[in-house]
């Protein structure tokens, strides 16, 4: 856990659920399992990999640090706080007692905004299916912590046991390095309630078209994840436009993208393209977007701006544009010369 962090996009991180398994293309180079292989002492990923071909992997084991839990009714001041940069809230090792007890400290601390990020879009859906269950359990654990004396903010305990899902200080969002796993995770964050959600997209490996999110049958056809108008071609027929939403409710959408490069032994490149693509389909649905960083590798026109003389070149990308290595300090997070820092309000 620590108040204050590199990532760009939040001001903390608190490390509850620590450990994961790999389970996507995005995961190959993830600094949290590499940690874990370099039995840093009182690293809370330290014994949690395993040797492989591939360097250390994930044994699929989680592991739950109590002290990490409670660290943010301690913290007064308002904080956006990243839950589990080295594991996965929702894996299928972490037991649903685990994601009560972390919800029940969001809940207690109103000051802050939480911001969860998953792989496992799918279980993340089906633990808020049962909202006034997973309501009274939350309750249970915010007891819990209270009758232990473990909660130095008991100001705001009943709003924490009576509040009902969404919290709205809670953000929740799917990371996606691809189209096809924009496909498969957006539809179940889209189904979930959450007052903000929103999307990694680092490492960035491929295009997305967040506009045409393709495995939305159960919501009646392709879906525009930054809008939440769908359209319908029947066949023979032109295109048919309507909004997904229940009971009046909101239309469910995504409020911010996040995009970034990977940096770090085997990084792969991520082509501009791809991330001016995210950034001009932001802009055109008035989405909030950030520009992480590039990675470590950065477009071969800023070459000279940067002033390398020798560099390594990779030119087989789409469209001809070449990219050199620098590394993720010299690269930066520039995107075409401007610094995107876009935020949910």
């Keep these: 856990m620590a108040d204050g962090t590199k990532i760009e996009w939040t001001d903390a991180t608190v490390n509850v659920v620590n450990g994961c398994t790999v389970c996507s293309p995005g995961c190959a180079n993830c600094y949290a399992m590499r940690a874990g292989g370099r039995s840093l002492p ?5 014994g949690l990999t395993k040797p492989s071909n591939a360097g250390h992997v994930w044994t699929g ?9 409670l660290q943010p009714l301690r913290w007064k001041r308002p904080r956006r706080i990243f839950w589990n940069a ?9 037991p649903d007692d ?13 000051q802050h905004q939480h911001q969860v990020l998953t792989k496992r879009s799918a279980r993340m859906r089906a633990y808020f299916s049962a909202p006034m269950l997973r309501q009274q359990m939350r309750g249970d ?34 990371s996606v390095e691809d189209q096809t796993r924009a496909d498969e995770r957006i539809p179940d964050l889209l189904a979930t309630p959450a007052a903000v959600r929103f999307l990694s997209c680092e490492p960035l490996l491929g295009p997305i078209n967040l506009k045409r999110i393709r495995n939305a049958a159960e919501l009646g056809g392709p879906l525009n994840a930054l809008t939440g ?3 319908l071609t029947p066949a023979g027929g032109a295109g048919v436009g309507y909004y997904f939403a229940q009971d009046d409710e909101p239309v469910p959408q995504i409020n911010w993208v996040i995009v970034g490069g990977e940096s770090g032994t085997g990084a792969r490149p991520m082509h501009p393209d791809w991330a001016r693509s995210l950034r001009d389909q932001c802009a055109a649905a008035s989405v909030s977007f950030l520009f992480k ?24 990308l789409p469209q001809q544009e070449g990219m050199f290595r620098a590394g993720k300090r010299a690269a930066g997070r520039l995107l075409d010369g401007v610094q ?3 935020m949910p309000s």
């Design 42 to 46: 009182g690293h809370p990923c330290t």
């Design 61 to 69: 084991e989680a592991r739950f640090n109590e002290r990490a839990l």
């Design 86 to 94: 080295h594991g996965d809230l929702f894996h299928e090792n972490v």
């Design 98 to 110: 685990w994601i009560d007890r972390c919800f029940a400290v969001m809940a207690l601390t109103p």
């Design 141 to 174: 654990h915010v007891r819990e912590i209270n009758r232990s004396g473990r909660n130095p903010n008991k100001g705001c305990t009943p709003d924490a046991m009576l509040a009902p899902y969404p919290l709205t200080n809670v953000w929740l969002g799917v």
């Design 229 to 231: 108008y769908q359209s």
């Design 293 to 316: 960083q590039w990675g470590d590798w950065l477009p071969i026109g800023d070459r000279d701006k940067h002033g390398f003389n020798g560099f390594k070149f990779i030119d087989h």
């Design 340 to 342: 995107h820092d876009g």
